[in-house]
């Protein structure tokens, strides 16, 4: 069992290669576009359910703004367990992972703050969900894109 959940300014004094890896694979597209990965939720029967979502750091968390109508927003509320993926690199493969505890937060000032991050234009119903971590799986490729590609697997647990 993880001891605790961290936030993301934790995990960048506790474990700053992961966080290094997870920020530069979230914003791989560089200055002005959005953060991209898959976000996975269990749905109220138990099986998956796996959607593209625009997270963002902003201070000290991992936020994320889910439509209040989605199907994931009512999963996050009602389990509360994600897992995020980022976007494999463009070139290598290179593949961030993280798990934890999402929770719905609810002060305006910092649901201020995080829309000021991110590149859409946050609606009204949207819902701010901070992720924090429990366990990251970074995994880099030796000779990616070849036949004898290799995968090298660093594992993070809080």
């Known amino acids: 069992m993880p001891k605790r959940a961290l936030t993301w300014s934790e995990l ?3 474990a700053p290669e992961f966080a290094a890896a997870g920020r530069k694979l979230l ?3 560089g200055p002005g576009a959005p953060a991209l990965a898959m976000l996975a939720t269990s ?5 998956p359910r796996v959607h593209p979502v625009c997270p963002t750091l902003c201070e000290e968390g991992l936020y994320l703004f889910v439509i209040g109508h989605s199907p994931k927003r009512a999963d996050l509320a009602r389990d509360g367990r994600y897992a995020l993926h980022a976007f494999p690199g463009m ?3 290179e593949s961030f992972y993280c798990t934890g505890p999402a929770s719905e937060i609810r002060d ?3 649901r201020t703050r995080a829309e000021s991050q991110v590149v859409h234009r946050v609606k009204p119903d949207e819902v701010l969900f901070e992720l924090r971590l429990e366990r ?3 995994t880099v490729w030796l000779r990616p894109r070849t036949p004898d590609t290799e995968p090298v697997y660093a ?3 809080a």
């Open 155 to 157: 594992r993070w647990r």
């Open 43 to 47: 749905r109220a029967d138990g099986g």
């Open 12 to 14: 960048e004094r506790e």
């Open 136 to 138: 990251i799986l970074h």
């Open 108 to 110: 305006p000032a910092l």
């Open 91 to 93: 070139t290598d493969d």
């Open 27 to 29: 914003y791989q597209l």
